[in-house]
């Protein structure tokens, strides 16, 4: 199963809170999760076979694993939420609709403010707090402004002349400051001010205010006001208690690159703010030249230009080394933005959040993507270049293999590894033309065909092309190649039995130790080639089985043969049933149809 070949990158999981991706097919993400533990969260994976027909879905198509740690679980969670509505993941059900976690909205715009909940903070003049986790504590928030505080949530326009309150006052919900002479405007600004305090988070300093206020109302004997302030006070010690910190929604947009830099190259990672919310992680990768280990600022000044080649650019990116280039890249982002853009390196805690956030990914990052696994690809295609003389690293290979049942049903596959890693985005699948074929005339037929489209695209070609088969199978390659004027790309077999790599240029097959590492690779892509071939060829196969004897006619298609299946019973009903009642049934030019066809095979 595919999610087992996660194994290894599961088992180096951070043991953090976090993010993972399960990505599918070109790299599209297929589902996003949060996770206390990482580690443990992914491992539950590993057994999960059988846990509903979405999680075996998922677990067949996953190809590949990302991960994002964050501060804490709740980070977690609006990271996860965000990440949603940025990449629409198939297998996401909870949240994949318009809705986000809520935030509030203080009118500060109008004369009279209201607090109002709010889908996402914008540049309008108003005061925003949140996002709120859970959803519950927005609303229970909005109505302790209504008991405590006395604003207003109609949406009339308050001039202060209307003739009496409405019910909301009559109850205690409204000051009322659409009659002046109940609540002036000072009172009302008050009343906004201690909200502002409620919503900015500083719950200790309006606490401590509440407090005197339910000493002072209950040595003047009014006790239902101090009961009132008391279970406000409850409410607040709750908020407070449950770290559900709502301080004001930063608008402001950024970028915070992270980077990593060893012997074998280089991780940077860019976490991308905005509208105050993170909504997505992008990660690139460079290579070290001859093991060299380059400076972070050196990369951080290469890479900049290169990611905001084709992006949107934030008005600050955030870095965490001073860079001699900084007056040149900010000239440059800030032409291509048409407004100012600043480099800076972040001093105060709280601007330093998101970029420590993105230099421990990047160091986490690291060794999945330069650790054992893609070490040991690199050095079994470099041993397989030495071994096979080839005149470049062979970067990309391509496989071929022919799968048949007693010469009918005949198809091919084609499989793609790019790195060590294979490219399941890349597959085709070939059905064989013509009369039946033996492996040698489909091999030939196949590597013909593929390679055709592939000069008629311009698309480039590979480095290696790997042949399931013997000299037969390799010899009938070459002769499509030279057809095309592509016999100086070099093909090699790999033959089942003894595991021998055959070529064009020895007499003799080259036989490598059974635990060489480029023998592992050539065998792991050739099976994946062979699993693929055999995977078409049964459902073509099945395909067959199921065909009905009325696919063949024209004008009935699978609503028109279900109904005279139901009616008939079987095609052989069909066969004896007469004009009038196939007509009864499909009309009469599909009727006249159906006896046509089974008049030319009697």
């Not at 914008?122 to 859970?134: C, I, M, V």
């Not at 659409?178 to 305090?197: F, N, S």
């Not at 059974?514 to 099976?527: A, E, F, Q, T, V």
Request: overall charge positive; glycine content about 8%; hydrophobic content about 40%.
């Amino acid at each position: 199963m595919p999610i087992q070949d996660l194994k290894q990158e599961i088992a180096r999981a951070p043991e953090q809170p976090g993010v993972y991706l399960f990505l599918g097919r070109g790299g599209g993400t297929l589902y996003v999760g949060k996770a206390t533990v990482l580690r443990d969260r992914l491992r539950s994976y590993l057994g999960a076979w059988g846990a509903s027909p979405r999680i075996d879905a998922l677990l067949t198509e996953a190809e590949a694993l990302e991960v994002v740690v964050t501060d804490s679980a709740v980070d977690a969670l609006v990271l996860e939420n965000n990440l949603i509505k940025q990449r629409l993941p198939r297998y996401n059900i909870r949240l994949r609709d318009d809705k986000n976690f809520p935030f509030l909205r203080l009118t500060t715009s109008e004369a009279f403010p209201r607090v109002m909940v709010a889908r996402r903070a914008e540049r309008d003049g108003n005061l925003y707090a949140g996002p709120f986790l859970p959803a519950s504590l927005a609303r229970r928030s909005i109505s302790l402004a209504h008991r405590l505080f006395g604003l207003r949530s109609c949406n009339e326009e308050i001039t202060g002349k209307r003739d009496r309150p409405c019910l909301e006052y009559q109850i205690g919900r409204c000051l009322a400051p659409c009659v002046d002479t109940i609540c002036p405007a000072g009172q009302y600004r008050a009343a906004v001010d201690r909200t502002r305090l409620l919503l900015e988070g500083r719950t200790t300093e309006l606490i401590g205010q509440l407090e005197q206020d339910m000493r002072g109302a209950a040595e003047a004997e009014r006790f239902e006001h101090a009961a009132h302030l008391r279970d406000a006070l409850r409410t607040l010690g709750q908020l407070r208690d449950r770290h559900a910190r709502m301080s004001p929604a930063r608008v402001g947009d950024r970028d915070a690159i992270g980077v990593k830099t060893g012997p074998a190259g280089s991780v940077i990672q860019v976490f991308q703010m905005r509208g105050g919310r993170v909504i997505d992680r992008v990660e690139l990768v460079a290579d070290s030249e001859a093991g060299q280990t380059e400076s972070e600022p050196d990369v951080l000044e290469a890479a900049i230009p290169q990611f905001y080649a084709d992006r949107d650019v934030p008005p600050e990116v955030h870095v965490a080394w001073r860079l001699d280039a900084s007056p040149v890249l900010e000239a440059w982002l800030s032409e291509r933005a048409g407004r100012r853009v600043d480099v800076l390196v972040p001093r105060t805690a709280e601007r330093r959040g998101l970029l420590d956030l993105a230099t421990r990914n990047a160091a986490l990052a690291y060794p999945s993507r330069f650790g054992g696994g893609e070490m040991a690809n690199y050095e079994a295609l470099d041993r397989l270049r030495e071994v096979l003389a080839l005149p470049s690293f062979p970067r990309r290979v391509e496989c071929f293999d022919i799968s048949t049942l007693q010469g009918s049903d005949t198809v091919a596959s084609l499989v793609v590894c790019e790195d060590g890693r294979m490219r399941k985005g890349e597959y085709r699948k070939f059905r064989i033309r013509g009369a039946p074929l033996d492996d040698v005339a489909s091999m030939r037929e196949v590597v013909g065909r593929r390679y055709a489209r592939l000069l008629e695209s311009g698309a480039p070609h590979p480095d290696l092309i790997l042949i399931d088969g013997g000299a037969g199978q390799l010899s009938a390659a070459y002769a499509a190649l030279k057809e095309l004027g592509l016999a100086n790309l070099v093909a090699v077999g790999l033959a089942k039995k003894e595991e021998l790599i055959v070529t064009r240029d020895r007499a003799e097959p080259i036989a490598l130790a059974p635990h060489h590492p480029s023998l592992l690779l050539l065998r792991r892509i050739r099976d994946e080639a062979h699993r693929f071939a055999v995977t078409f060829q049964r459902s073509a196969r099945r395909r067959r089985d199921l065909r009905s004897g009325l696919d063949d006619i024209a004008g009935i298609g699978p609503r028109r043969r279900r109904a005279l299946l139901e009616t008939f019973g079987s095609v052989a009903g069909v066969r004896r049933a007469g004009r009038e009642a196939l007509s009864a049934v499909v009309g009469a030019r599909a009727a006249d149809a159906v006896l046509a066809h089974f008049a030319r095979e009697c």
